[in-house]
């Protein structure tokens, strides 16, 4: 198994388990399951808490001797964004439109540059000059959310229209996106994770499935390779992508094996998790308002 952080698994964690089972979970079992994910150290597990609960991702309480963790508002509304975003992806057709997003902003505000480039690649827009950025979709939405947490609006114009030449839409998005580079990476998942599925499928026909724990490690590396992937990929219309282009098939092939070992895997967590003895969080994550960046945010932010 690949080395990961305890960081990353723990964040994987909550968005696809603990966050479904009332969104509160021991300390002791988090060690327990993170052992099974490769991390030996119980003092390992128990800094990259302390140092979650500090950035305002986790929140701790105490009952008795032992201690229990669940997300604040920004860590669970982070999980929620994200998961749509792999379960889901875009929706709706293209209108053939692009909609067109430049910035000026003073040489004396190049944190805010930094940040607004990242966030702009984690909607789903692509860089196609140095301050010029294109998307084949409409993100009102999400670019208001991101004008709330980050003060860059008056630096910012948007515009729509068509592309017109002298080239055509496909290469407009050769220049915006590197999707070569995200095709291999459909290509590297595909070959890794294909013969597993296709291995499982067979074996749970027959009645010979992995056990529960195999299929908890198996379900969660699958999860977690695949997150990266909305990150990376604009999730363009179609007609806008080459015609070897993998990532449909990728995402077929995750949310089969995702289904498929979703029982056992489940089965196995419930075996370990223990939440808090009295009444647990709301869904939400408790009350109050946060500010909510990327997921790649949460990994810098938390080192």
Avoid at 46 to 57: E, I, N, P, V, Y
Avoid at 178 to 186: F, H, R, V
Wanted: with cysteine; glycine share 8%; proline share 7%.
């Amino acid at each position: 198994m690949t080395a990961i952080g305890p960081k990353d698994l723990i964040l994987t964690l909550f968005g696809d388990y603990i966050r479904h089972r009332g969104g509160e979970i021991w300390t002791g079992s988090l060690i327990h399951l993170l052992q099974i994910l490769g991390v030996s150290s119980p003092q390992a597990v128990r800094s990259a808490l302390s140092r979650m609960t500090q950035k305002g991702w986790l929140r701790s309480r105490r009952i008795g001797r032992r201690s229990y963790y669940s997300l604040t508002p920004k860590g669970y509304k982070l999980l929620e964004s994200g998961a749509r975003r792999i379960f889901l992806g875009r929706q709706g057709p293209w209108d053939g439109q692009w909609r067109i997003l430049t910035y000026r902003i003073p040489d004396e505000e190049t944190h805010l540059r930094t940040r607004l480039r990242r966030e702009l690649g984690w909607i789903g827009f692509g860089r196609l000059d140095a301050s010029l950025y294109i998307a084949p979709y409409d993100y009102k939405e999400e670019l208001e959310d991101l004008f709330e947490r980050l003060p860059v609006r008056q630096y910012v114009d948007i515009f729509v229209g068509k592309y017109v030449g002298p080239g055509n839409d496909l290469d407009l998005v050769a220049r915006a996106w590197d999707l070569a580079a995200i095709n291999e990476k459909y290509r590297a998942f595909l070959e890794k994770y294909r013969p597993l599925y296709e291995a499982d499928k067979a074996a749970f026909a027959r009645g010979e499935g992995p056990d529960p724990q195999t299929c908890f490690v198996r379900r969660f590396m699958l999860i977690h390779e695949y997150r990266e992937f909305p990150f990376l990929d604009p999730d363009l219309p179609p007609e806008l992508l080459p015609p070897d282009w993998l990532g449909h098939e990728a995402r077929r092939m995750f949310h089969e094996y995702h289904e498929l070992l979703t029982g056992p895997a489940m089965a196995y967590f419930d075996s370990v998790f223990q939440a808090a003895p009295d009444a647990q969080p709301s869904r939400d994550g408790h009350e109050g308002e946060a500010d909510v960046s990327s997921y790649e945010d949460v990994k810098t932010e938390a080192e």
